[in-house]
């Protein structure tokens, strides 16, 4: 153990360029990150802002979210941008299985006849297999920059420390084919350009620092 913890200490300062180049590394890419994405990984789809429902009922949730789970967000493409996902790709709601096929409009008027809303969502299996829910998914046709980002804010571009953060994340090969969905998703299908040069360069430095370890 003597002469292995000796043999490390020996070699720092032989790792000292090595190190040099890896922080250029990710000082340069979390720079283009940080231009390219600030902000993009927490776009979602959103309702029209003059977007009114009737007295009494609720959406269910304020922006898109895939059986309300914002672990693996459905993240949007604003008008600016070019890329792969847009609000119209939303799926339709689903209940028990079958995609619900009511409106806003039928549910105002089961409304004004004294009726529920939403009458077998949560009922019969009939009721289940005909449909009968309120398709809200369909009017969140807004994408807009909200305040979440993915996996409870840690994976996003919009500051420097974060964006080594998720640079450390690629290299590591752990994840990283979600985290280049997610941005292209948001700004670009060619922005798989980037992660593939980023585990490029990353491989390079590791083997250089394996190659003057031994």
């Known amino acids: 153990m003597r002469i292995l913890v000796n043999l490390l200490l020996d ?3 032989m790792l000292g360029n090595v190190l040099l180049l890896c922080f250029f590394v990710f000082f340069i890419f979390g720079i283009i990150g940080v231009q390219l994405w600030a902000g993009l990984l927490r776009n979602r789809c959103y309702p029209e802002e003059n977007f009114t429902i009737p007295s009494g009922m609720t959406l269910p949730a304020p922006y898109y979210r895939p059986e309300e789970d914002d672990e693996r967000p459905f993240i949007c493409s604003l008008a600016s941008d070019n890329g792969i996902m847009s609000c119209s790709d939303v799926p339709a709601r689903r209940e028990g299985g079958r995609i619900c096929c009511l409106d806003k409009e039928d549910a105002l008027h ?3 006849l004294g009726l529920s809303p939403e009458p077998l969502s ?3 299996g009939a ?12 009017y969140y046709t807004r994408c807009h920059t909200g305040n979440n980002n ?7 571009f919009d500051n420097i420390v974060y964006a080594w953060i998720v640079i450390f994340q690629v290299i590591t090969l752990e994840g990283w084919v979600e985290i280049m969905y997610y941005v292209m998703d948001a700004h670009s299908f060619y922005n798989f350009i980037y992660f593939i040069l980023l585990i490029i360069v990353s491989n390079s430095s590791k083997n250089t620092v394996w190659a003057m370890l031994d």
């Open 122 to 124: 949560n009922g019969s």
């Open 150 to 156: 993915p996996h409870k804010g840690a994976i996003n």
């Open 11 to 13: 070699t720092l300062p």
């Open 127 to 138: 009721g289940e297999a005909l449909g009968l829910c309120i398709n809200w998914n369909q």
């Open 110 to 112: 089961r409304q004004s």
